[in-house]
């Protein structure tokens, strides 16, 4: 049996576990840069601000309704999402990490029956859990597939009287739930596929279960017929419990302000490529493959995107050698004149280290010196974080940083930031 | 009569008795965090709780998982604020302590909407 478990509102009740002043009050988490509304509290969502709105549209709204704005604090949401996998963990040791905020358990069938209870009961139980261990409400779909899981989580969340858990197993209770659901809601039909079935008469999941699997398959694909077939109760999705092997790193950052000369763009790109490396290096790959991508103009008055990349015969894992092939790219398709708003790297073509291929005229390869080079680095950069290593050429100011105006403390992860508790 | 001493030493066989103990280290986080996952770190502002050995500016280690029973030293959600307070129950009403003598016992009632955010399980700090 399959448990979806899904955080409410995430962002927000990660901000409100330390600060009882937002209990029951509206709250917004913003994207990085804080552009976008990221996370809405359900007194938000009331108002009829939509998901990922930008947040100056808004402003004045939620001003009104003395909303309190948090810019993304990623390392308190990081830190409580891996004790929210870990409370789950208590429960099987099956998990699959779907998201952020969200995760699958797979429980054996016959675990009722030798526990003596219900899968209700054992939702209830995991929801009150990670309640009473790290304060975020969760709701939890229990179904026999991962798809049907999500329909009860997405009932749940829609129903205000539900208590939080449902269960989708009965085949007579699952079909009143998909005739409630519509098909763009249904896990794994995007939006370009909606669109068709609302054509073909698919209004509801309900209708998407009952058409002909020849149509589906035709008109889908094979991944429409598992998302069929899971509908139908019958599981073709296992549990994925390995991160699959990583095809590429972004690093990319929106600017705080509008930048146009070359040295400030260089520096932002210097800190995305030793953020990427590093993260690559944490998982033994190299690069074979460097695209540099750039944001210029504005959305209102037109921009434009530019892009250089370079193919390499020898896979890299050194900072400084990436760097300087990234300038270049930048070199490539650098505009005098044009405001640029955001710049960032992709290394792709990985490749693990055990399998990197020499290059004919490198005499030692990985290169020693290199290596423990970067291997100190990323330890000394692992303990300090910001205030660890950085090159030069990542600059000191950094005037082109993203606003991070109304960022919470770093409740879990700061010792300088660590919540109050008053003795008075 | 002679008696032969043994001047060999025996080769690298015995093994030491400390041997096992080695791998035995002092780990302040076990010992002091058995539930890692639902245990938090928190300041104290304020003086309150002084008898109780708690001064401004400690260290509190919080475990949310466990049952704040009578007595107990707890972090509190109150008026909006994180508390820290030793509970009281007396008969039929639930008390909030402090450890001061300069300061108010807290009486409870539905109302104050009060919620236990954890139970203080040590208090840290330097001499």
């Known amino acids: 049996m399959y448990f979806l478990i899904d955080c409410n509102n995430f962002f927000v009740s990660c901000e409100r576990v330390f600060n009882p002043k937002l209990w029951n009050q509206p709250v917004v988490v913003l994207s990085s840069n804080d552009g976008c509304i990221v996370a809405r509290s359900a007194e938000v969502k009331e108002l009829g601000v939509p998901m990922g709105a930008p947040f100056f549209e808004w402003r004045t709204l939620l001003q009104k309704h003395n909303t309190h704005v948090f810019s993304s604090n990623f390392r308190l949401y990081g830190d409580i999402s891996h004790r929210f996998i870990q409370t789950l963990r208590q429960f099987s040791p099956e998990v699959e990490v779907y998201s952020i905020d969200e995760a699958f358990l797979l429980l054996r069938d016959d675990f009722i029956s030798t526990h003596n209870r219900t899968w209700q009961d054992l939702g209830e139980e995991i929801r009150q859990t990670v309640w009473r261990w790290l304060g975020i409400p969760v709701s939890v779909g229990i179904a026999p597939t991962k798809t049907l899981a999500k329909v009860a989580v997405e009932l749940v969340k829609k129903n205000k009287s539900s208590t939080g858990v449902g269960v989708l197993i009965e085949p007579t209770e699952i079909n009143r739930a998909l005739g409630h659901l519509p098909v763009a809601a249904i896990w794994g039909v995007g939006w370009r596929y909606s669109k068709m079935l609302l054509a073909n008469g698919v209004m509801t999941a309900l209708d998407f279960k009952n058409q002909s699997p020849d149509w589906i398959r035709k008109k889908m694909t094979v991944f429409g017929s598992r998302t069929q077939t899971e509908l139908c109760g019958v599981s073709c999705l296992d549990l994925q419990d390995v991160e699959p092997p990583r095809k590429s790193i972004v690093c990319s950052q929106s600017f705080g302000r509008v930048v146009t000369h070359k040295q400030d763009l260089q520096e932002a790109l210097a800190n995305h490529v030793a953020k990427a490396c590093a993260k690559m290096r944490a998982r033994d790959l190299l690069t074979r493959y460097i695209s540099v991508f750039a944001y210029a103009g504005s959305h209102q008055f037109g921009g434009e995107s530019l892009a250089s990349v370079v193919s390499l015969s020898v896979p890299l894992d050194f900072t400084p050698e990436i760097t300087r092939l990234a300038w270049a790219c930048l070199d490539k398709f650098f505009k005098q004149g044009l405001r640029y708003k955001k710049i960032g790297v992709m290394l792709g073509d990985l490749v693990p280290l055990q399998n990197a291929q020499y290059d004919l005229f490198e005499t030692e390869f990985p290169n020693p010196k290199k290596s423990e080079l970067m291997r100190l680095l990323d330890q000394v950069n692992q303990k300090w974080g910001d205030k660890g290593l950085q090159y030069a050429a990542q600059g000191f100011k950094k005037p082109w940083q993203a606003k991070t105006k109304t960022r919470s403390p770093e409740y879990t992860t700061s010792w300088a930031e660590l919540p109050k508790v008053k003795a008075r | ?127």
């Open chain 2, 1 to 127: 009569m002679l008696i032969p001493l043994f001047v060999s030493r025996v080769a690298a066989g015995f093994p030491s008795p400390a041997d096992e103990a080695i791998d035995q280290k002092l780990d302040l986080n076990s010992y002091l965090i058995p539930h890692p996952i639902s245990t938090f770190f928190l300041r104290v502002e304020g003086h309150s709780m002084i008898n109780a050995g708690i001064h401004d500016g400690d260290l509190l280690i919080v475990d949310r998982s466990l049952e704040p029973s009578d007595h107990k030293i707890v972090v509190a959600a109150l008026h909006g604020e994180l508390t820290v307070k030793r509970v009281h129950k007396k008969q039929n009403a639930l008390y909030l302590m402090p450890e001061n003598k300069d300061f108010q016992p807290i009486r409870i009632t539905e109302e104050m909407g009060l919620t236990i955010w954890g139970v203080v399980t040590h208090v840290i700090h330097a001499v």
